[in-house]
């Protein structure tokens, strides 16, 4: 079997004004840029080393605007942008020209699997990494929270990702139980299609999720997952997809002890 590694993380840092008088603001910070590239730099030599020329990516990222203004900034899209930049410039100095560099990259609009022949496109796969649409839907939600916590601070984030009374307030607002689900569908599907592609291609596959914070902690906040907290800024998690599970890797260098290896069924609810 071909490596495959899947990252879940979160985008970079940006400008989380709500002065709408900026036009700046949800937009990623030149430092924020800087420290995209960087970790995708580290990402790419410990994940994927000496295997790159080998090796197809696949980058997918939520189409959120901030502030759901399509005036501002997409922080999620713009981290797509810095990463896959990085790893050209990785590809090229391996000595490929711009062009064979591209080819690494898969680029078609839908990704397949046998279950759905159809495909699913990059759009719809963007739509499960998107952020939970809670603020426009349940607005007095959210100020309670705020109220109740003294701002979003962490008990305010907490409680987003682990309480499910957000549906009190508006039966179709996307609670903790529809965001894992999200992520799970997500994940199911790349991880079919990478099995597929890696296979009839002849690649390794190596695929970035770039998602928020609020829309991966609920995947994170279960039993297989406990010891991770919370998610900074290009913070994430790996997924290495072997033939009898997937073993999950956090990338916090100060957690110690072996990376939970599960089951597919486990972790991605194949029950």
Known sequence: MKDINIILTRHGRYNNSRDKSDLSIGHITEEGKREIAEKTKKRVDRIVGNKLKDTTFLIIASPTYWLRDERFGRRAIETEKVTKAEIMEE????????????????????????????G??????????????????????????????????????????????????????????????KITDLLNYVVDWSK???????????????????????????????????????DGIVFYVKEDGIVIRTEDEKFIGPPPKVKYEDILGRD
């Open 196 to 234: 597929e592609y890696s296979k009839t291609q002849d690649t390794n596959i190596c695929s970035f999720l770039i998602t928020h914070g609020e829309t991966m902690e609920p995947f994170i906040h279960n039993k297989k997952l406990s010891h991770i907290t919370e998610f900074g800024y290009n």
């Open 91 to 118: 590809l090229k100095q391996e000595g490929l020209s711009e062009e064979e560099a591209k080819s690494h990259f898969y680029l078609k609009p839908k990704i397949y699997t046998r279950q759905r022949t159809n």
């Open 120 to 181: 699913l496109s990059i759009e719809e796969l963007r739509e499960k990494l998107a952020e939970p649409n809670v603020y426009d839907v349940a607005p007095n939600y959210i100020q309670k929270l705020k109220v109740r916590y003294g701002g979003m601070n962490s008990g305010f984030w907490k409680e987003l990702a682990t309480s499910e009374e957000v549906k009190q307030y508006n039966k179709n607002a996307e609670g903790p139980t529809d965001l894992r689900k």
